[in-house]
T-cell receptor, first 112, second 112 residues
Framework: GIQVEQSPPDLILQEGANSTLRCNFSDSVNNLQWFHQNPWGQLINLFYIPSGTKQNGRLSATTVATERYSLLYISSSQTTDSGVYFCAPPSGSGGSNYKLTFGKGTLLTVNP | EAQVTQNPRYLITVTGKKLTVTCSQNMNHEYMSWYRQDPGLGLRQIYYSMNVEVTDKGDVPEGYKVSRKEKRNFPLILESPSPNQTSLYFC???????????FGEGSRLTVL
């Protein structure tokens, strides 16, 4: 199956700093999703991104499917951004979105 | 309010005692899925369902059963739980191919 690697595994920032999280995957994909799990365990879908760039407030994501990676940018970080960020490309046959393989995540800590 | 509801949220049980974790969504979503989350392993997909009476295995289906008799419900059944099924379980649903994946709050299961 598809292999997913996220980096860095841990990241500590001061409030207001910017950061880039990376997701590498082993197979060609036609879409990829980013998720955030807050310190209380709640999982939120951030982006569904087939290719190119999407933006939502201070967060944006870029997927370069041909080069098998995606980047999540967090600008002007806030303490509420803390938590684990997961990427998940599809792993079903033909790029089916029914099966997802999650990376192990990046643990982000934003200090005040 | 759109939501995915899981029950129970916390459960301690013993080896071999059958249990069911319920999942219900109020968004009329076709797609539903179960994941387990373990330290160091991230989120792994157990089973998913594309619609009523249509289910398929994820990456770690061994020891689990599911059924989808109604659109809103997707219970996860552990016929004979074992300690290696101690985990945090998440149910999720999605309305379309590219729709946002909504997660339940999680069910923490301990098997002694």
């Amino acid at each position: 199956g598809i292999q997913v690697e996220q980096s860095p595994p841990d990241l500590i920032l001061q409030e207001g700093a910017n950061s880039t999280l990376r997701c590498n995957f082993s197979d060609s994909v036609n879409n990829l999703q980013w998720f955030h799990q807050n310190p209380w365990g709640q999982l939120i879908n951030l982006f569904y991104i087939p290719s190119g760039t999407k933006q939502n407030g201070r967060l944006s994501a870029t997927t370069v499917a041909t080069e098998r990676y995606s980047l999540l940018y967090i600008s002007s970080s806030q303490t509420t951004d803390s938590g684990v960020y997961f990427c998940a490309p599809p792993s079903g046959s033909g790029g089916s979105n029914y099966k997802l393989t999650f990376g192990k995540g990046t643990l982000l800590t934003v200090n005040p | 309010e759109a939501q995915v509801t899981q029950n129970p949220r916390y459960l301690i049980t013993v080896t071999g005692k059958k249990l069911t974790v319920t999942c219900s969504q109020n968004m009329n979503h076709e797609y539903m899925s179960w994941y387990r989350q373990d330290p160091g392993l991230g989120l792994r997909q157990i089973y998913y369902s594309m619609n009523v009476e249509v289910t398929d295995k994820g990456d770690v289906p061994e020891g689990y059963k599911v059924s989808r008799k109604e659109k809103r419900n997707f219970p996860l059944i552990l016929e004979s739980p074992s300690p290696n099924q101690t985990s945090l379980y998440f149910c999720a649903s999605r309305g379309g191919w590219t729709g946002e994946l909504f997660f339940g709050e999680g069910s923490r299961l301990t098997v002694l």
